[in-house]
């Protein structure tokens, strides 16, 4: 089992788990147990072919009943550049003691500050590679690829290569 197994992701996880996916097939059975809230999954914020990808690959988890949402939410004094679906997420992973993956460094900090901890697609790409799951150049071949796509794992004004990643850190 992996950190990256029954945890939340936020809706930016998902995209770069498909994107990842995409040009390496097959990376998603890395993925086996995905945890979510409906919210993440909306069409206003994954596409119909991304939502459909997830649709039955992810489990939903119910978010907190809406006073121990925003009580949570008031209490944390999250950033106000945080995306109410993230808020919710937040919510959700203080409530359920959930851990997360997500894109987003303040909210991994924010999740951080309460104990719990949060990782990223990278950091889970990197972790396959040091496992032996994925090899360097296999690992190599990913990172090119989404950056030909516009896609970026790691910094797009840094190099796409493991070097850069095996020193990657988040947030």
């Given amino acids: 089992m992996h950190w990256w197994d029954n945890v939340l992701y936020d809706t930016c996880s ?36 991304k939502g459909a990808f997830f649709r039955d690959r ?38 359920t003691k959930t851990k997360v993956v997500t894109g987003d460094a303040r909210l991994a900090k924010a999740l951080e500050k309460k104990g719990l901890l949060a990782g990223n697609m990278t950091l889970a790409l990197r972790t396959l590679v040091l496992e032996g799951e994925i090899s360097e150049s296999v690992c190599a071949d990913i990172l090119t690829d989404l950056a ?9 004004n840094k190099s796409q290569n493991w070097e850069f990643l095996k020193d990657y850190r988040f947030p």
């Fill in 58 to 95: 992810v489990t939903l988890v119910e978010t907190p009943k809406t006073e121990s949402l925003v009580e949570t939410v008031v209490k944390s004094k999250l950033s106000k550049s945080l995306s109410k679906v993230d808020a919710i997420l937040y919510a959700t992973a203080l409530l």
């Fill in 148 to 156: 030909e796509k516009g896609e970026f794992l790691l910094n797009p």
């Fill in 14 to 49: 998902l995209v770069s788990l498909y994107e990842v996916n995409s040009v390496f097939p097959g990376f998603a059975k890395h993925f086996p147990s995905i945890l979510t809230i409906e919210e993440t999954l909306d069409r206003d914020r994954l596409d119909p072919k």
